[in-house]
């Protein structure tokens, strides 16, 4: 069994990233919109930032009150929107549950949608013409293709269709040339499905939900999940695999801490590149 | 072996549509754009019109010589967009060579697009707030639906990714609850897939590309396929599907001619009545 290690990938991304940036005539900046105070928000909200500054790129943190209205949050969207110096606008999910996070999304200008989010956007993943993939559903490409992981002709079996990671996830690795199996909390007979992947993806944000049984030998996979776990005080983060199971069967596979987290942090400042260059440099 | 009747279910649907319109203040109107002089196009859209007629519904043809420049259709567009008593524009498939779909049916306004081709609409397919689906992918799920097939945990197996209709039409069957397989010209071992089926929908534009060793017992096979052969000066309508031999297999099949056809009429029309509804009856 060979890990896929996220925390190398990443850091060659960042690598290319930093030579990328050096030709660029300013900094990329990126606008990050945050409501309320979440724990988990503020973690991803500080690792974004941090990995910025390590790339040499600008962050402006927005945040709001809990109680902020739809109107203030877009009005402060469309600001953004105008302004030359930002080049990408992200806002930083779940929101509260009086604000529509759909609504709100859609104000973003496609052309600063770093997170892929915005129904237009969504609609380019489809019609193949991708502007921005969300940014874990790149990660997840990256890290196979960084690792040496063909994908053309491969059976590649995603589990969970959200917007934010399986289905964008599943559209990309279906443009690299790979046959998708799209499961969700409805499939039957899920272990039937899993077993047939060459590449399973599990994004479902459920702890050690894929264990030994829906696995076999020679695959390589993929664990989206992350979900923060406490037991005797100490918080861990825990991934949708059970790794300690699961890693002693297949072929590859990516650990959480350390599989697709550092990648789609990385992956988020290639989204902003992409959009610096294609505004600045035409 | 039971026959998915299209020409049926259609029927109904015509039916249901004839009433639904009887209550509208005025009849709704679609226009349809067609560009150069195709056989097949011809074919396609009279039977629009004359499906039209016998609802109830308004058609504007426009024909525009093959030599039309892009800048033309679209002003065309822009002028029906503006025109309040035209409640859906579409723009007849394909095109010649020197224009580019996308960028013509872009200027459709999403409000009007009821063949669902814009990229908005197509991103709406993928969040799930459905606005308009392309009519053979809606004329699918309804022939379904409307013979009985339930699609509640079942696996469908969509052989073809084509943005009018294996990419939609496999959204909106794992809308209903199906777990998609979807496969393309890439895809190896496709047998092996395909037998995988509770539901088998095959959209690719091959004439009898499915043959017995793709299927086994108890399936319910969709053949979306129509292909014009000719044979001893006789042209004949041929399906995806060797309907001689899969249908002595399976338990269910649609036929070409009388099956999906039919129902990708009556469903552009049901997206043109919703169309309507939504802009003049709020």
Do not use: W
């Not at 609504?103 to 129904?119: A, Q």
């Amino acid at each position: 069994m060979k890990i896929i290690d996220g925390k190398k990938v990443s850091l060659l991304k960042e690598a290319e990233l930093i030579k990328r940036i050096k030709d660029f005539p300013r900094s990329p900046e990126l606008a990050i919109l945050m409501v309320g105070e979440r724990a988990d928000s503020n973690t991803y909200v500080k690792q974004k930032i941090k990995a910025a500054e390590r790339i040499g790129i600008k962050t402006r943190l927005f945040t709001f009150p809990t109680s902020v209205t739809k109107e203030e949050v877009i009005q402060e969207i469309e600001k953004l929107n105008r302004n030359k110096n930002i080049d990408g606008i992200i806002l930083q999910l779940p929101l509260p549950a009086q604000l529509t996070a759909r609504t709100i999304i859609d104000h973003i200008h496609p052309s600063k949608d770093v997170d892929g989010l915005t129904t237009l956007n969504q609609g380019k993943l489809l019609t193949g013409d991708v502007a921005f993939a969300p940014a874990t559903a790149r990660g997840v490409v990256s890290l196979l293709k960084g690792s040496n992981v063909s994908l053309v002709g491969k059976r590649v079996v995603v589990v969970g269709r959200s917007l934010l990671v399986g289905r964008p996830a599943a559209l990309l690795l279906e443009k690299e040339g790979g046959t998708i199996i799209q499961c969700h909390s409805k499939t039957r007979k899920l272990a039937e499905l899993t077993k047939l992947a060459d590449i399973l993806v599990v994004a479902v944000g459920k702890p050690k939900f894929i264990t030994e049984k829906y696995v076999k030998r020679e695959q390589v996979v993929v664990d989206v999940g992350i979900t923060v776990v406490e037991k005797k005080g100490i918080k861990r983060l825990v991934g949708d695999v059970d790794f300690e199971k699961v890693s002693k069967m297949v072929k590859m596979i990516s650990p959480v801490p350390g599989g697709v987290g550092p990648m789609t942090v990385v992956s988020l400042f290639e989204n902003l590149c992409d959009a610096y260059e294609r505004k600045e440099i035409k």
